[in-house]
Structure formats: C-alpha cells, structure tokens
C-alpha cells in the first residue's frame, strides 16, 4: 500500500538551532500535504496545508517564519523549525493526500518526527 | 468550524471485555468523512476506519465495530472481547470534502484505553 516517510524519525537538538523534517510520500504524488503537531498528551493539531508549486497556508496561531514550509515537489515536503527553543519540542506528523489509482484519492500519515530541544 | 469531542479521556478494561469509545462531531458540511485511529506508544498513526457521511451503515471488521448515527452526530468505536495489544490512545477525526480546508482533519483529543490483563 501507500507509504508516507519522515525524516528524520527523532531529533535532538540544541536552543537556537534549525531543524529539518522531510515527508516523502514513497509510492504516490501527493498534490496536498498537511503538517501536524502533538503536544504529550495532547491531541493532534493542524499547523499548516502546503499544495505542490504554491505557498502554505498556515493555521491560526503558528508562525510562518518560524514553520517554514516547502512543498517544492510531488513526493517531498519538508518542514524546518528555525532558531528551535525548548516549547518547540514536540512530535510532528505530516499527511500526504493524492492520487494512488484511477480515480481514487487517499490520505496517509508519515510516522512522526519526534523534535527535543534542550 | 467543526469540532470533535471524546468524552472518555482514559478507560481502563479487563481483558476480554468488550470497551465502547465515544465520539461526538459538530460540522456544517453535508458531507464529510468521519475516522477514527489508532496510536500506540510508537506514535504512529494506525488508520482503522473512514466513513462517509452518506454512508451510515454500521460496520464490523473482526473486533472492531463502529456505529454511525447521523441523527446523534455521533461515531461510536467498539472493541469486543479487548486485548492487551489494544492498548492505545484512539482519535476521532473528521474532514469536510470540499471548500477551504477540505481534507484536513480535525482531531478529538484522544481516548486512552488500558487493558489490563
């Protein structure tokens, strides 16, 4: 079936540093994909909606200049935490949406990235 | 706006009896699609079900069952004779399919089921 791949699947950093997170959508193209984050404990909350070729479209609250989103390719969107500070550890989840038969649409979640800033 | 609510923040079962998780939805779609997943202490999302809103037949799929009623806005999830390996957090969601925000889901926050052996 349908596989979506993040990168890296925990990362541990330190205050003040960038990070990266790739989402690969592995078998399918992905005209949409969407970034989750989970707080411990907490429910799944939706950060941003990024489609192949345009900008993001950033929920409520979060910052763009701090979540910068590129969804430069059918099967590639990556998410970068820039100058990470200790609230930004959290465990972020993206969700690929496309066409993985004639005429059939699906969504699949990747497997987490798991962002500790000390 | 749409909103998910599950009521049950931790349930804890024997093992071998059946458990019900509660989910209740607000939306002005008329049509959406209602899930609901599955997260171990892996964190990775296991889908088990999606169900449109047209569709409000119940369905059973070996343990698992769900009850759709519209009239309720309800989407119940039952695990039968539960096992230790049910041992997760279950999330309700819920997506519109059209306009902006199509396809991006709304979450509940979460029930956390123990079976305790």
């Known amino acids: 079936g349908a596989v979506v791949s993040q990168h890296p699947s925990w990362v541990i950093c330190k205050s003040g540093t960038s990070v990266k997170i790739e989402c690969r959508s592995l078998d399918f193209q992905a005209t949409t994909m969407f970034w989750y984050r989970q707080f411990p404990k907490q429910s799944l909350m939706l950060m941003a909606t990024?489609?192949?070729?345009?900008?993001?479209?950033?929920e409520q609250g979060v910052e763009k200049d701090k979540f910068l989103i590129n969804h430069a390719s059918l099967t590639l969107s990556t998410l970068t935490v820039t100058s990470a500070h200790p609230e930004d550890s959290s465990f972020y989840i993206c969700?690929?949406?496309?066409?993985?038969?004639?005429?059939?649409?699906?969504?699949?979640f990747g497997p987490g990235t798991r962002l500790t800033v000390l | 706006a749409q909103k998910v609510t599950q009521a049950q923040t931790e349930i804890s079962v024997v093992e071998k009896e059946d458990v019900t998780l509660d989910c209740v939805y607000e939306t002005r779609d008329t049509t959406y699609y209602l899930f609901w997943y599955k997260q171990p202490p892996s964190g990775e999302l296991v889908f088990l079900i999606r169900r449109n809103s047209f569709d409000e037949q119940n369905e059973i799929s070996g343990r698992y069952s769900w009850n759709f009623q519209k009239s309720t806005s309800s989407f119940n999830f039952t695990i039968t004779a539960s096992q230790v390996v049910d041992s997760a957090v279950y999330f309700c969601?819920?997506?519109?399919?059209?306009?902006?925000?199509?396809?991006?889901?709304?979450f509940g926050k979460g029930t956390k089921l123990s079976v305790i052996p």
């Open positions: 969700s690929a949406r496309g066409r993985i038969l004639a005429g059939v649409v699906e969504q699949f």
């Open positions: 969601a819920l997506s519109s399919t059209s306009g902006a925000g199509s396809y991006q889901l709304t």
């Open positions: 990024s489609n192949e070729g345009s900008k993001a479209t950033y």
